[in-house]
């Protein structure tokens, strides 16, 4: 498979930004994130069946850029240039703008998807030797031989998180298909809740997650869980203490299970494991922010197993909801306050400490589920397949994210140690209830039958 670059242009605001709004000032909570890109990729079939105006894939193309230059005037940090740590100078230069040809049909592409391969799609370096492009906002709209198309999408996770990703992907695409009553239009908040003026927490931030970071090749796996094996590990999950555990507890605790195990099956023995996971603070913040909050609203739940017995799954489940249980109001209130600095060092620092020890293992997770994007609809249809990308390379952490599939199952892309993974992907407990790599169309085809 082949990706050949047709384009390359800047898009910008199609109204220029008021003077009064071009400096754009990031919060305590986006200078904790490094500088990397929250990226998805969306992959729409041609449907031609549609009776719509938009059914010429020139048209479709041109309606992406019209579109998403109206939605930069609402959005405009997404059109600027990072100043410097501290803001965005929201100067209109405009987002990075691609369009590629692909040289198959996207059904030969989803029949067996290849993770390695699904970073050419997208519009910046995501991977060892990739370029680079210094916009804080990247597109890149890939066009199959069949008119299917994919958008791949890096924006700065100094500006938006997974949250805020979705309120973009929502106005844009409600402004494509026209339909005003449904357009998101974005709240810059954070920087007042959560104000910053030097970078001494960056920096204590940065070297924690470089402490946690280890050497050895990676490689990322994609294992589905369709609802029902949900459904049968929410029932197997349930306790006295936890009576109804979420879709997202019972699938974090069965792969850090399995995790668990599979290190313990290459080393020989049990190890310590901490588990990050991020927690939205929008729904636990009074009086609550609304979800078309922009930034980075999130902050680490951290949970611990030391226990040399074997871990069960009920009680890894009671372990996940207790902390995450511990960020509710009381502690937005308290990261907020006056002692909130100190605070969020401590936190960070606590992390890193138990974190980066030898013989201890690290997994973050983050969750994208009931984020909608499989409801992010242009004009010609809802996506087929969402999708993260696969990491490789030899400076790595353990990293987990959950998606929703289209049928109500969650996928997860993990990415460990290519020693660990061997196990992990030979783990019969994980495979009972987890399909390793799936073709999109055949979870599609569960959808369409019921």
């Not at 590990?233 to 109804?244: D, M, W």
């Not at 922010?289 to 069960?312: C, F, P, T, V």
């Amino acid at each position: 498979m082949e990706v050949q670059i047709i384009s390359k242009q800047s898009v910008k605001p199609s109204s220029p930004t008021p003077p009064h709004l071009r400096n754009y000032k990031l919060s305590l909570l986006d200078q904790l994130n490094p500088a990397s890109y929250t990226s998805i990729l969306l992959f729409y079939p041609m449907n031609d069946n549609t009776s719509t105006s938009n059914f010429c894939v020139p048209k479709r193309l041109e309606l992406l850029k019209q579109s998403l230059a109206e939605t930069l005037t609402h959005f405009y940090p997404l059109a600027g240039k990072i100043k410097d740590e501290l803001s965005i100078d929201c100067n209109d230069e405009g987002t990075y703008y691609v369009e590629t040809e692909v040289n198959c049909h996207l059904n030969e592409f989803l029949g067996q998807p290849d993770l390695l391969l699904v970073h050419t799609f997208y519009p910046c370096g995501l991977v060892k030797g990739a370029k680079t492009v210094p916009c804080v906002a990247n597109f890149q709209v890939n066009v199959f031989q069949c008119g299917a198309i994919a958008i791949g999408i890096c924006i700065s996770h100094r500006i938006v998180d997974g949250a805020a990703l979705s309120s973009f992907l929502k106005a844009w695409s409600a402004t494509a298909r026209g339909s005003k009553e449904a357009i998101v239009y974005p709240d810059f908040v954070a920087s007042s809740l959560f104000p910053v003026n030097d970078l001494s927490l960056r920096n204590s931030a940065m070297l924690t997650y470089g402490s946690l970071f280890k050497k050895g090749k990676c490689l990322t796996k994609r294992f589905v869980f369709d609802a029902s094996a949900i459904s049968k590990l929410k029932a197997q999950a349930a306790s006295l203490e936890v009576k109804c555990p979420t879709r997202v507890e019972v699938v974090t605790s069965l792969l850090w299970k399995c995790i668990m195990a599979a290190s313990e099956e290459r080393r020989g023995s049990q190890r310590p494991s901490l588990l990050t996971h991020w927690v939205n603070l929008r729904r636990k913040m009074k009086p609550k922010l609304s979800d078309n909050s922009m930034g980075n609203l999130l902050w680490l739940a951290a949970a611990k197993h030391m226990n040399q017995s074997k871990a069960e799954l009920n009680d890894l489940v009671g372990v996940v909801r207790k902390a995450t249980s511990k960020i509710d109001a009381d502690f937005v209130e308290k990261i907020e306050g006056d002692t909130g600095r100190a605070l969020v060092s401590e936190l960070l620092r606590e992390i890193g400490e138990f974190g980066s020890k030898d013989g201890v293992d690290f997994l973050s997770f983050s969750s994208w589920c009931k984020f909608d994007f499989y409801d992010v609809d242009f004009g010609w249809g809802k996506p087929v397949w969402v999708s993260s990308y696969a990491k490789v390379g030899s400076l790595m952490t353990n990293l987990i994210l959950l998606v929703d599939t289209r049928s109500d199952g969650i996928e997860a892309w993990v990415t460990l140690d290519e020693k660990d993974m061997t196990f992990l992907e030979g783990n019969p407990e994980l495979l009972k209830f987890a399909t390793l790599n799936p073709s999109p169309l055949d979870i599609n085809k569960s959808v369409s039958s019921t």
